[in-house]
């Protein structure tokens, strides 16, 4: 997996793939600063990846009144999101027990 600039996280489908328990401190200390993009919601905090097999992901968090803590893995592909959730974890090196919540049954 690395690391790439916000801007090339695009395309579609984009799906929610889990919620993590991560602070931004956290994703700093590993990866490097945060990007912060902007939707129709307002700012996020962004740090975006391509994973091995070519799946896009990103951990994103609304920048001002986030409804929870911890990030959101969201995925752009037509992968399932159960794949990319365990790729995710397995290539960033994270402890499974850092999903909070799945965005899949």
């Given amino acids: 997996m690395r690391r790439i600039d916000a801007s090339e996280f695009r395309g579609t489908p984009q799906r929610y793939v889990a919620e993590l328990g991560l602070t931004t401190e956290q994703l700093v200390s590993r990866w490097g600063r945060e990007e912060i993009t902007h939707d129709d919601l307002g700012p996020w ?61």
């Fill in 45 to 105: 905090f962004t740090f975006a990846f391509a994973l091995d097999g070519g799946t896009l992901a990103a951990l994103v968090r609304e920048v001002d009144n986030a409804p929870s803590p911890g990030y959101i893995l969201t995925a752009i592909g037509r992968q399932e999101p159960r794949v990319t959730l365990a790729e995710f974890l397995a290539e960033s090196g994270l402890d499974g027990d850092r999903v909070l919540r799945e965005g899949f049954e």
